[in-house]
């Protein structure tokens, strides 16, 4: 991007910018090549004049929450990557149990405010490392419970910089999913759970947490969930079937705590993870005649020069 550009940015943006920020960085899993740039808008005016400055410009922009369902390619991300995880972080208790949550939030610091404030529902999300904005765009759930249907309303910007409020009635919401048109940008979500004995929140969430702990592979750069799973089956239990825990392609690694998860174990690349995934969707679909379709988001460019592994 031209010098000039940077400085007018600079100079219209309040918040920090990052020129070609290794996505590696900032994401779960650990892979990805550099954004051209990295920006944390500090509020709601800045993320507008932001907007504005990229469409003047052109520039194609992609929202970044904290990175944690994301394989980056190693070309990385051209044009803005935009983050809300510096500057919208305010949670606010509404009437009742409801509560508005702006999309910077971590899901951490969301379930801990819940349990604080005697409001249920939010338990399971407890270990998904996350933001509030990330969540809600992925309907992002877990043992039966799913975000989206704790929503009362979102508020979102346009890529024409104007703030609109989503009824929970108006928004569809799917499996690892929202039909939110392309361009916008989550900014709050006002949600709603039920009132509850902060005790008994507590040790909801500690006991989810335990399961988690037990199950995957928390401590190991992941992405979570690599695939959704089919209908009537769990992508684990297929997974594991063909034997693969424990398979490598380079660095990247099927876990052998839950087979669902590619970890990377040193070096991975992203090309590594994409051929890792091709090779476990054809397995799967050699034994089962299952087509695993992934959860995680692939994004960004391939690196030049390097052979292209199709995805
Ligand atoms: C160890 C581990 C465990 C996990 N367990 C679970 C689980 O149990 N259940 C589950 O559902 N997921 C799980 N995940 C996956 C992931 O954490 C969730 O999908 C999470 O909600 C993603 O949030 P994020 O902020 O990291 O989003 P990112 O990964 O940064 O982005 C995901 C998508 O959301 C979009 N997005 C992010 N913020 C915004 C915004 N403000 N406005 C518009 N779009 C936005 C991005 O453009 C991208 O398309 C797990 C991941 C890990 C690493």
Not at 26 to 52: H, K, M, Q, W
Not at 175 to 199: H, K, M, N
Request: proline share 6%.
């Amino acid at each position: 991007m031209a010098k000039t550009a940077i400085d007018e940015l600079q100079e219209r943006v309040r918040g920090k910018v990052v020129l070609n920020a290794p996505m590696d960085r900032f994401t779960t899993l650990r892979v990805g090549g550099p954004a051209d740039l990295l920006v944390y808008p500090e509020d709601r005016e800045d993320l507008t004049e932001l907007i504005s400055f990229l469409a003047e410009r052109g520039i194609p922009y992609f929202v970044l929450g904290n990175g944690s369902n994301l394989v980056v390619r190693d070309g990385g991300i051209r044009g803005a990557v935009i983050c809300l995880t510096e500057g919208f972080r305010a949670i606010e208790r509404r009437e009742g149990p409801r509560f508005r949550a702006e999309a910077g939030v971590p899901l951490r610091r969301l379930v801990r405010w819940t349990v604080d404030q005697g409001i249920t529902g939010f338990e399971p999300l407890v270990g998904i490392p996350g933001s509030v904005g990330g969540a809600l765009a992925m309907n992002a759930g877990a043992w039966g419970m799913e975000i989206g249907e704790r929503l009362v309303e979102l508020e979102a910007l346009s890529p024409e910089g104007r703030v609109q409020v989503f009824d929970r009635t108006t928004l569809r919401f799917g499996y690892r999913s929202l039909d939110l048109p392309p361009g916008y940008v989550i900014l709050a979500a006002v949600l709603e759970g039920e009132p509850a004995d902060p005790e008994e929140v507590k040790a909801a969430a500690k006991a989810f947490f335990a399961r988690r702990k037990e199950s995957q592979p928390l401590a190991e750069p992941s992405a979570g969930s690599v695939f959704k799973n089919p209908p009537g089956a769990k992508a684990a239990k297929l997974i594991e079937s063909c034997g693969l825990k424990g398979v490598r392609v380079g660095e990247a690694e099927v876990s052998r705590l839950h087979a669902n998860f590619i970890v990377n174990a040193g070096m991975a690349t992203a090309s590594q993870v994409v051929s890792l995934i091709g090779m476990i969707q054809e397995r799967v679909f050699v034994k089962h005649k299952v087509k695993l379709e992934p959860e995680v988001r692939i994004v960004g460019e391939w690196a030049k020069g390097k052979v292209r592994v199709t995805d």
